[in-house]
Nanobody
């Protein structure tokens, strides 16, 4: 599975962004999908994950209530709607996919898209 993220950019604190991840190469609906992020000088961390059908989602505590993961299997795309952004959300955001629904050790990764939140 090949994954390509888009939608990153510069936004003020309190603002919103929607990240998109376009998948290709295999039947995307066979895979769970997730988002991870890595802030400067920090380790990569889990953000959100969604099952192949979209019926079940899970979020890191730090984004719960502000971020929403969703997917459109007809378009082979997964989204991350980010509202109420904070400067600490600044990071490179990576789209991931795996045959199993989990929050680490994902098999497939995109190259990332940078989100910068100014205070």
């Amino acid at each position: 599975v090949q994954l390509v993220e888009s939608g990153g950019g510069l936004v003020q604190a309190g603002g919103s962004l929607r990240l998109s991840c376009a998948a290709s190469g295999r039947t995307f609906s066979d895979y769970a999908a997730g988002w991870f992020r890595q802030a400067p000088g920090k380790e990569r961390e889990f953000v959100a994950v969604i099952t192949w059908s979209g019926a079940i989602t899970n979020y890191a505590d730090s984004v719960k209530g502000r971020f929403t993961i969703s997917r459109d299997n007809a378009k082979n795309t997964v989204y991350l709607q980010m509202n109420g952004l904070k400067p600490e959300d600044t990071a490179v955001y990576y789209c991931t996919a795996d045959e199993r629904y989990k929050s680490d050790g994902m098999d497939y990764w995109g190259k990332g898209t940078l989100v910068t939140v100014s205070s």
